[in-house]
């Protein structure tokens, strides 16, 4: 069956760092991955989204890799800021089933100053 | 900017009660759909929506129905609330199906 893993633990990283997250997906092929933003007690936001035909997609200070032969994607956030900790979820669409829309659980950063 | 509202911001329902919960859309986006989160789960789909009185079922349908007869708008109803409805519930559009999903700010459900 499909699955979505996203790194398993918190991350916690020094402001200035970069902050690396990973999104591993299994049993599927999508054709888009898009990562989202989420706040407690607030939707996600949309961050970005690179195809499948795309190896990378910078927008500011996130870089996004997608490797279909790995089936895994990583999203970086560099000269990270207090203000970018925060819970992201990675989505990789579609899934083979008819629901299609699968998110990752998440993956929590704080970003300590 | 894309605004996805939400009837209510917390909602407290008893055991057996019918709960409607709504979601407006004013970007004349076609996609809409219904999210539930829990701790540890993640967003699970309940259904979505591709078009004005069309619907197709998410992961977790049971136990819930939606309706959809605006463009702009589309409800969630749960017949017979339980307290394993309990949940953060998370409206989204988007224009097209694959395209980047704006949400709502999320409805918190109690339901004792």
């Known amino acids: 069956s499909q699955k979505i893993e996203q790194n398993s633990e918190a991350l916690n990283i020094q402001e200035g760092k970069t902050a690396t997250l990973t999104c591993n997906y299994t049993n599927y092929s999508p054709a888009y991955l898009q990562w989202y933003r989420q706040d407690p007690g607030r939707g996600p936001v949309f961050l970005l989204l690179i195809r499948e035909n795309e190896k990378e997609k910078r927008k500011e200070r996130l870089k996004v890799t997608f490797d279909t032969t790995l089936k895994q994607s990583l999203f970086h956030i560099t000269a990270s800021q207090p203000a970018d900790s925060a819970t992201y979820l990675c989505a990789p669409w579609p899934s083979n089933t008819g629901n299609q829309f699968y998110f990752g659980t998440g993956t929590s950063l704080t970003v300590i100053p | 900017d894309v605004k996805v509202t939400q009837s209510s911001r917390y909602l407290v329902k008893r055991t057996g009660e019918k709960v409607f919960l709504e979601c407006v859309q004013d970007?004349?986006?076609?996609?809409m759909f219904w999210y539930r989160q829990d701790p540890g789960l993640g967003l699970r789909l309940i259904y979505f929506s591709y078009d004005v009185k069309m619907k197709e079922k998410g992961d977790i349908p049971e136990g819930y129905s939606v309706s959809r007869e605006k463009k702009e708008r589309f409800s969630l109803i749960l017949e017979s609330a339980s307290t394993n409805q309990t949940s953060m519930y998370l409206c989204a559009s988007s224009l097209a199906v694959y395209n980047e999903q704006f949400f709502g700010p999320g409805t918190r459900l109690t339901v004792l």
């Open positions: 970007m004349d986006h076609e996609n």
